[in-house]
């Protein structure tokens, strides 16, 4: 059970992770001023983000399927 709710908090977290990448480009391609600052904040909490899933699913395999 605990393996399923780590796997659904999993899947919403990599949901909103695409979410905001795709906020990041519509920010950057924003016209006549795109926002470079905002986005590059935001893309830096997305490659954050994108750490913890990775280490998230690390522990999954390590911890649940030894």
Do not use: C, W
């Amino acid at each position: 059970m605990a393996v399923h709710r780590f796997q659904i908090a999993s899947n919403k977290k990599a949901a909103l992770l695409k979410q905001n990448k795709r906020e990041i480009a519509s920010l950057l391609s924003m016209t006549p001023l795109p926002k470079e600052e905002k986005a590059r904040i935001r893309a830096e909490a997305v490659i954050r983000d994108d750490y913890t899933g990775k280490l998230n699913n690390a522990f999954l395999v390590i911890v649940f399927h030894s």
